[in-house]
C-alpha cells in the first residue's frame, strides 16, 4: 500500500467529524496514516489588522482538540498527524491532496445556507483535488428516485461511461470493493428511449431500435473494459447493470445502502483547460444517499 497519507478535513461541525470517522476506516484499510487537517481561515495571524506576538502555535486549535478527543474515544485509530493550514480551504484543500492518497471531508461545513446540499469547500476539493475526494453527505438523505433491485449486501457502486471510460475511476472502485469485501456493481446507463427528428419540423417517430439489443451492446462493451481489472482483483465480484436512462439519476437510485458511490471526473480538454466536475459528477454528489468518491481521471498516453 502507499505510505502517502490519508487526509481528513475537519472545521468542527458534526459533518467533518462523520466524515473524520470515514477516514480512519479508509486508513486502518489501507494501513496508512492518518492526517487530520483544520483550515484556519480565519485566524488572528491571517489578518493584516491584527498585531499577533510570534508564530501561531500548532497545538493551539480547539478544532483539532476536539479531534484528538474524538479520536481517543476509539482503540482502532492509526498513527495520526494534525495540521492546521491557513488559507481558504477551497485554495488550501487541493494543494493538500497532493500529498496524499485520499481526501475524505463532509459534504458541509460549519458555514453556508441551512439548505445546501453541498458546501463550496467539498465542491472545489471534489473538482480540484490531485487525489480521489470522498464526499461523506449527512445521513437521512433521502434518495427520490425508483430503488434499483441490486440485491443484498456490502456494495460498492461505480459508474462507467462505455464511449468514454476512465482506467483511474474502474481501478479506485475494483480497489474499495476489494478493502470492503464487498461487490462492486458496474451502472452502465444508455440513453433511452431513443428518438428521430423528421420532416416537417417537430414531427418525432420513434425510430426502430431494440431496446434489448442496445442493452445487450451495452453489456459487451462494458464487460469488456472490465476485463482487465477482474483479472487484477480475482476476489471482486463485479456485476454489470445496463440500465435505460442517464446515468446520474441511475447512480442515485443505486445509492441507496450502498457503502460508496464512485465517479468520475472530466479530464481537461484543449479548449477547455480549467478542471470540470462532470455534470453526472456533481448531481451525484448533490443526491446520493451514500458517500462519493471522485476519482481524478488517469493522465492521458503520450
Known amino acids: 500500500m502507499s505510505t502517502l497519507p490519508v487526509i481528513a478535513a ?47 502555535d500548532p497545538d493551539d486549535d480547539p478544532v483539532l482538540d476536539a479531534a484528538r478527543a474524538h479520536l ?17 480551504p477551497a485554495v488550501t484543500l487541493p494543494r493538500l491532496s497532493a500529498d496524499a492518497q485520499l481526501l475524505v471531508l463532509g459534504s458541509r461545513g460549519r458555514g453556508g445556507f441551512a439548505s445546501l446540499l453541498l458546501g463550496s469547500s467539498s465542491l472545489a476539493a471534489a473538482r480540484d483535488a490531485e487525489c480521489p475526494v470522498i464526499v461523506v453527505p449527512r445521513p437521512g438523505r433521502e434518495v427520490q428516485a425508483p430503488p434499483l433491485d441490486l440485491g443484498a449486501g456490502p456494495r460498492v457502486v461505480v459508474g462507467l461511461h462505455v464511449d468514454s471510460p476512465d482506467e483511474a475511476t474502474l481501478d479506485f472502485a475494483f480497489t474499495e470493493a476489494a478493502l470492503r469485501d464487498a461487490r462492486l ?39 469488456g473494459l472490465l476485463a482487465p481489472h477482474r483479472g487484477r482483483h480475482p476476489g471482486v465480484r463485479a456485476d454489470t447493470h445496463a440500465l435505460p436512462g442517464d446515468a446520474a439519476g441511475n447512480l442515485v437510485a443505486a445509492s441507496r445502502d450502498a457503502e460508496l458511490v464512485v465517479v468520475g471526473r472530466h479530464r481537461r480538454r484543449l479548449l477547455a483547460p480549467a478542471r470540470m466536475m462532470g455534470s453526472v459528477a456533481h448531481a451525484v454528489l448533490l443526491h446520493a444517499a451514500a458517500p462519493v468518491a471522485v476519482v481524478p481521471p488517469a493522465p492521458p498516453e503520450e
Do not use: F, K
Open 185 to 223: 456493481q458496474v451502472i452502465a446507463a444508455y440513453p433511452w428511449p431513443v428518438q428521430t427528428w423528421m420532416t416537417p419540423p417537430g414531427q418525432v417517430v420513434a425510430p426502430v431500435i431494440d431496446e434489448v439489443a442496445v442493452a445487450s451492446e451495452t453489456r459487451v462493451l462494458a464487460d
Open 10 to 56: 475537519i472545521d468542527g461541525s458534526d459533518d467533518s467529524l462523520r466524515a473524520l470517522d470515514r477516514a480512519v476506516d479508509a486508513a486502518r484499510r489501507r494501513d496508512a496514516p492518518l492526517r487530520v487537517a483544520h483550515v484556519r481561515q480565519y485566524a488572528p495571524w491571517a489578518q493584516p489588522d491584527v498585531l499577533v506576538a510570534g508564530p501561531p
Open 72 to 88: 481517543g474515544e476509539r482503540d482502532d485509530t492509526p498513527a495520526v498527524e494534525y495540521a492546521a493550514p491557513e488559507g481558504a
